[in-house]
Structures are given as structure tokens and as C-alpha cells.
């Protein structure tokens, strides 16, 4: 059995993963009492951690499965338009989860058809992940997880996780080289510009500015910290940016593919533009936190960024979206104009 694990691990290594290891199921044990622990500090956020339980008894659900896989790939080495940058994330921009003009999703298909053909059986979700990444990460000693609760390897947090889990008893734990975070250091939680990190390892989803700009945030008039969101349409980066640890951590090496083609397509005024079709059919798959029957909420992200930034510029743009199609889009625009006195 160790052989097998080194053999998967090895060919992992091979096809560009930064590094592989492998986990017995019983090794997340602790992750039901961290959950607990994370609820306990912010109990209105119950809700959302609510669905994060799926992960504490697996087996329930896949009792075949024994193991976990979990890859490390480094996405910190691909050129951000720069217009881009502090508008949408960074791990949005360069998502490869399920970007089929990626090598890495194709070698992700191609490791889980490898471990197939050695007899295993292998099964992975290629969006949120049939496992706790993070977590099981940590327990394989790939790396750490620091205060802002990114995973960190010697590459910094700029690296996407994935795993699979197997139904053979496999094990490839490796001993972390780097250092925890320095004792006095809170840089992200006083960056966090919605307070969604009022402490060390802990993160309120409902504050958190990406949480919101995504899969949240659905009636922005009203939201709470819609100041708070600046600049952001989709995405925030502001605790991975400013963490010591991720200091010349990223190099634009690469082109990501498409991405210069989309992003000339991308701008404030642009969005506010674009046709429902250019959103379904081309934001939505490469953005896809934000589902099809909501890609409105492109257009309300924008609005919102252009009164937390007013220029002069934005007025004709904000005064057309007055006449959007959708009704959600229109009364963030009339809102924007009476906030804006605008009229």
C-alpha cells in the first residue's frame, strides 16, 4: 500500500502538482469540533456553515470511500490584467476548477483516470469538493493554514486545493517546513475592510466581501456592508495582499488562457452594458459563484462599486441602467441616483 501511495503521489508531482499527500478518512475527526468552535464564535453564521457538516461523517455518505487525495496546484503565476486587479479576485480570474482550457483540469482528469487504472476508485467534485480541503491539507502536512484561514505552502496562499476521495487505505503525510504566523502579526484582520475577520482563524461569511459579491448579497440597496465592499464587483483580496507571508510570493510567468481576450470585455461601464446572453453564457461559466438566473447581480455589483467610487464619468452609465431589463438592476440604478443626487 505504501507503494501505491508514492506511486500516485509521484505522478502527481509529475504532471506540475506543487505536492500530493493522502489522508485516511479517520484523520478529519477534528473537523467536526473546529466547525462547532467556528459556530459558537459567530452564531449567526450558522446557516451558512450549516452545509459544511456534509464533510464530518463522509462515510455515511460514501462508504466505500477510506482515503482522501489532496493536491496542491500554485495558480500564483499568472499575469492579472491590471485593470482587473482589486475588481475581481484573483483565484476567480485564474479558476481552473472547471475551465476546460486548462491544463490543470485536464491533468486533474487525467490523475483521477490514472488511480482508476491502478484499481481505485476514485471520485471527486470539481466545484466545492466532496471533502474539507483546507483541512485535510493541513492534516497531510502540505502546509498550514494561517489567521486569515487561507492554506499555505511555501508558495504562499495563491495555490487551489483538490482532493478525491479513494476507497483504498492509503497514507503520504509529509512535515510542513514552513512557519506558523508570527505571534504579533494581525495585518489581515486590520485590512479586512468588513470586519469578516474580527479574529485569528476565524471568519464571519455573512461580512466577508467575497461571500457577499458572490453567492450572497442579494439585495444590495440594503446590504449591510455595502460600503464596505469598495471597489470589489466579485471577490476580495485584501487579507491574502497584504499578509507578510504572501510577499513576492506571486509571478506573472503565464498567460491564463482567454483571460486577456475577457477581460478587454470588462470594466464598470462594460458590465453595465453587456447583454444577458454575454453574461449566461460567457461571465457565468467562468464566474459560476454567481448562477445563471442571478448574473443581474453583475450589473448591481457594478452600480454599487460607482457609488463607493463616484466619478463623473459613471453618471450616463448609471442613468442608462435605469432602463435594464431587469428589475433588480433598475432599482439599484434609481437608488444610485437619488444617493448620488444625481437628478
Known amino acids: 500500500m505504501a507503494l501505491l501511495a508514492e506511486q500516485i503521489k509521484s505522478v502527481a508531482l509529475e504532471m506540475g502538482y506543487e505536492k500530493c499527500g493522502i489522508i485516511k478518512i479517520s484523520q478529519l475527526d ?107 491539507a493541513m492534516k497531510a502536512g502540505l502546509g498550514v493554514i494561517r489567521k486569515n484561514n487561507f492554506f499555505y505552502t511555501e508558495n504562499g496562499s495563491w495555490v487551489h486545493l483538490e482532493s478525491w476521495l479513494i476507497d483504498k487505505e492509503l497514507e503520504s503525510i509529509e512535515v510542513p517546513k514552513i512557519k506558523a504566523c508570527p505571534e ?64 513576492n510570493r506571486w509571478e506573472e510567468i503565464e498567460e491564463f488562457p482567454n483571460l486577456q481576450e475577457l477581460s478587454e470585455h470588462i470594466s464598470l461601464e462594460k458590465i453595465l452594458k453587456m447583454d444577458y446572453s454575454f453574461l449566461e453564457e460567457v461571465m457565468q461559466p467562468k464566474f459560476w459563484y454567481i448562477d445563471k438566473s442571478s448574473v443581474w447581480k453583475w450589473k448591481v455589483n457594478a452600480i454599487n462599486v460607482m457609488v463607493n467610487n463616484y466619478k463623473e464619468q459613471y453618471r450616463e452609465h448609471i442613468m442608462y441602467s435605469c432602463n435594464d431589463s431587469n428589475s433588480k438592476v433598475r432599482e439599484m440604478a434609481e437608488w444610485a441616483i437619488k444617493k448620488l443626487n444625481l437628478q
Open 184 to 247: 504579533n502579526c494581525g495585518l489581515c484582520i486590520k485590512a479586512c475592510p468588513s470586519a469578516s475577520l474580527s479574529e485569528p482563524y476565524t471568519m464571519n461569511p455573512i461580512a466577508c466581501v467575497s461571500c457577499v459579491t458572490t453567492f450572497m448579497g442579494r439585495d444590495m440597496i440594503n446590504e449591510k456592508y455595502r460600503e464596505q465592499i469598495g471597489n470589489w464587483v466579485y471577490g476580495c483580496d485584501v487579507c491574502q495582499d497584504v499578509c507578510p507571508m504572501n510577499k
Open 30 to 136: 477534528g473537523y467536526e469540533e473546529k466547525l462547532n468552535e467556528r459556530i459558537d464564535r459567530i452564531p449567526e453564521a450558522k446557516g451558512f456553515y450549516q452545509s459544511m457538516y456534509r464533510f464530518t461523517h463522509l462515510q455515511d455518505t460514501y462508504p466505500w470511500a477510506k482515503s482522501i487525495v489532496i493536491c496542491v496546484r500554485r495558480y500564483g503565476k499568472y499575469h492579472i490584467p491590471e485593470h482587473l486587479n482589486g475588481m475581481i479576485g484573483k483565484s476567480y480570474l485564474v479558476d481552473v476548477r472547471k475551465d476546460e482550457n486548462s491544463k490543470e483540469l485536464q491533468d486533474s482528469l487525467k490523475l483521477e483516470k490514472y488511480m482508476q487504472g491502478l484499481g481505485i476508485r476514485a471520485e471527486n467534485e470539481r466545484g466545492f469538493s466532496l471533502a474539507p480541503v483546507r483541512f485535510a
